[in-house]
C-alpha cells in the first residue's frame, strides 16, 4: 500500500475484541513482544559493569545487565534453581549487582555472564553440574541509544529490523541520538489498549479539537493532517520564528549539533513499530516507551534526552519543553481512555479510516502481518 497515493479509499480499522480481548492479549504477547526487537529504555541507564534494569515486559520479567567488560547481558528474572524471582523491578533507576545476581530464596549465584557459581550447602559429591543450569539468556542490543531485547528463539539482526518499516529512527542519525542523556522523565498509566495509544500517535484529526497548544506551535495540524508528503522524513515545519517545541518557540535549551538547517525549525515524529515513538526538535529529543500491561492498560514512559552538556550546565531549563508535552500527553491519555471505553461497547464492531488516517491503517496492516492474519491491501 502506498501512503502517498492521490486516491484513497475507505479502509477498515480493527475490531473492538482486538483492543479489548485477552485472547487477543495473549496472542499479542508470543507473535509480537515476545518475538520482536522491543525497546526498555536507555544503555546509558547502566554505565557500568555490575548495573543493571530489570523490567516488566508484557508479564515477563527481564534483567539486563553488564558484564565485567561492559557488555550488555539481558536474562529472564528467574533462578535455575525453583524459579524464584531473582530481582525487583528497578523502576527509574537501575540496580547495582556487584560481581553476582543473587537469589533471595536460598542464595544460589550467578555471574554477570549468568554462569551459576554459587550454591550454599549443595555438597559437591552431589554429582550435580554448575554448568548446566545457568541463567536463561534473552538477546540484548543497542541502537541510537535506545536498549532492545529480543525473547525470541532466532532474532533477526537488530538494525535489519529496526530499518524495516513505513517509520523508522534510523533516520536520525544526525541527531546524535546515542550521546544524548535522560534529563527528565515522566512515567504515565493510561486505561487503553498500547494499540489506541500508537493510533492516536499517527493521527492529527483530533489536533484541532484536544491540542489547541499544539496547533500554535505546528500549524499544519490544525487542519487534521501529519504530514504534508513533501518534506524530508515525515518532518512538519513548526510557525515561522519557532526555534524550540515549547509555547512560545523559544527556549534557553542549546540547538543539537549536527543538524540540517532545516532542522532547526522542524518537528520530526516517528514510530520505531511496536513500542518506541520519538519526537525531535531543534533542541532536544523526547521518546514514548510503551509497557502492555493487559488488554486495557498501558505504562508509557516518557523520557527527555539533552546533550549531557545542557544537563550539566547551571542554567539548564527543560521546563517549557517539558510543560508543553506533558499537557498534550495529559490531553491525550483522555481520549485514548475514551476510545478504550468506547471499541468496547457490543455495538462497535469496527470503524472506518478517512485518508488522513492512513499512516493508522498501515500500522494496522503491520499488525495484522505479525499476527499472521490476512491483510486488507
Not at 50 to 76: H, K, M, P, Q, W
Not at 267 to 296: C, E, I, K, W
Not at 324 to 349: H, M, N, P, T, Y
Not at 367 to 377: F, I, K, Q, S, Y
Request: hydrophobic share 40%; glycine share 8%; aromatic share 12%.
Amino acid at each position: 500500500m502506498s501512503l502517498t497515493a492521490p486516491t484513497w479509499r475507505a479502509r477498515p480499522t480493527l475490531a473492538g475484541a482486538d483492543y479489548t480481548s485477552a485472547a487477543v492479549h495473549e496472542l499479542e504477547r508470543e507473535r509480537i513482544w515476545f518475538d520482536r526487537w522491543i525497546c526498555i529504555g536507555r544503555a546509558a541507564e547502566l554505565p557500568s559493569p555490575g548495573d543493571a534494569l530489570v523490567r516488566d515486559l508484557a508479564g515477563e520479567s527481564i534483567i539486563v545487565t553488564r558484564n565485567r567488560d561492559g557488555e550488555l547481558r539481558a536474562f529472564y528474572n528467574v533462578c535455575a534453581h525453583r524459579g524464584t524471582k531473582l530481582l525487583d523491578e528497578t523502576g527509574d533507576g537501575c540496580a547495582h549487582l556487584g560481581k553476582v545476581i543473587k537469589c533471595p530464596y536460598h542464595a544460589w549465584a550467578f555471574d554477570l555472564d549468568g554462569r551459576l557459581v554459587g550454591t550454599p550447602n549443595v555438597a559437591e559429591d552431589e554429582g550435580f553440574d554448575r554448568a548446566a543450569y545457568p541463567l536463561h539468556p534473552i538477546a540484548v542490543g543497542a541502537y541510537a541509544g535506545f536498549l532492545f531485547v529480543h525473547l525470541g528463539e532466532s532474532p533477526r539482526p537488530l538494525l535489519d529490523e529496526l530499518a524495516d518499516g513505513t517509520e523508522s529512527i534510523t533516520n536520525f542519525e544526525r541527531y546524535g541520538l546515542e550521546e544524548l542523556r535522560v534529563g527528565v522523565r515522566l512515567t504515565y498509566e493510561v486505561a487503553a489498549n498500547w494499540k489506541i495509544v500508537v493510533e492516536n500517535y499517527n493521527e492529527c484529526l483530533h489536533c484541532p479539537t484536544i491540542h489547541p497548544e499544539l496547533v500554535q506551535i505546528v500549524p499544519l495540524y490544525r487542519f487534521g493532517e501529519v504530514w504534508d508528503e513533501e518534506t524530508r522524513d515525515d518532518g512538519n515545519w513548526m510557525v515561522d520564528g519557532a526555534s524550540s517545541f515549547t509555547r512560545t518557540g523559544t527556549s534557553t535549551l542549546p540547538p543539537l549539533p549536527g543538524l540540517l538547517e532545516e532542522d532547526r525549525r522542524m518537528y520530526y515524529g516517528t514510530f520505531q513499530f511496536p513500542n518506541l515513538l520519538l519526537n525531535l526538535h531543534p533542541d532536544a529529543v523526547m521518546s514514548y516507551v510503551l509497557y502492555p500491561r493487559g488488554p486495557g492498560h498501558t505504562t508509557v514512559v516518557s523520557e527527555f534526552l539533552f546533550r549531557p552538556e545542557a544537563i550539566a550546565a547551571p542554567d539548564f531549563a527543560p521546563e517549557p519543553v517539558v510543560e508543553l508535552w506533558d499537557l498534550i500527553s495529559k490531553q491525550d491519555w483522555v481520549v485514548c481512555e475514551r476510545a478504550q471505553v468506547g471499541v468496547g461497547s457490543r455495538s462497535f464492531r469496527g470503524g472506518v479510516y478517512p485518508r488522513k488516517d492512513r499512516f493508522l491503517f498501515d500500522f494496522n496492516e503491520r499488525w495484522r502481518a505479525e499476527m499472521g492474519r490476512p491483510t486488507v491491501d
